[in-house]
């Protein structure tokens, strides 16, 4: 296992983006099998996996601000830029960036050919599966050989 997972789940744990995220050289090794939120948690609070300390330039003002706005302030449809539609669209941009990978690294071991590649493209595009499982489920059941573990491994890229 790589320790993209472990970084990953700690980033999301604690609140922090993936680069900030540093693994101690003696927990490497643990880290590469922790692969579910406990492991991941447990590394953490024995302090094996940390977070370097937050970079913070922010004006007398704008502390003033992000205090008003963790109580509720400044939230209103006046602040608001976008329709609800293009600001929940998040998930659905990930999801189908997900998909995406798994189909190109499909396509990069030669497991699917362009043309059946082309085929599962359109359909992710058009939304047709909900999760990387559900796709990769479909993509078996069309007749494509993907052994246990490299599923496995697909849904984690």
């Known amino acids: 296992m790589t ?7 700690a980033a999301q ?8 995220i540093r693994i101690k050289d003696s927990a490497i090794e643990e880290a590469s099998k922790a692969i579910t ?12 996996i940390f977070a370097l300390k937050e970079k913070r330039n922010i004006s007398a003002s ?3 601000r992000k ?5 509720g302030r400044s939230r209103g449809s006046g602040s608001k830029k976008g329709t609800a539609k293009t600001r929940s ?8 960036r997900s998909q995406r990978r798994i189909l190109e690294s499909l396509k990069s ?4 050919d362009n043309e059946m590649y082309k085929r599962f493209y359109a359909l992710v595009k058009g939304g047709t599966f909900q999760t990387k499982a559900t796709l990769i489920n479909h993509i078996i059941s069309t007749g494509v050989k993907i052994d246990a573990e490299k599923a496995k491994k697909l849904k984690h890229i």
């Open 109 to 112: 071991s030669s497991e699917i």
């Open 62 to 64: 704008g502390k003033i």
């Open 89 to 96: 669209s998040i998930g659905h941009m990930r999801r189908m």
């Open 3 to 9: 320790l993209k997972l472990a970084k990953r789940l």
């Open 37 to 48: 939120h406990d492991d991941v948690r447990k590394l953490v609070s024995n302090g094996s």
């Open 13 to 20: 744990m604690m609140g922090r983006g993936v680069s900030s």
């Open 67 to 71: 205090a008003r706005r963790k109580l």
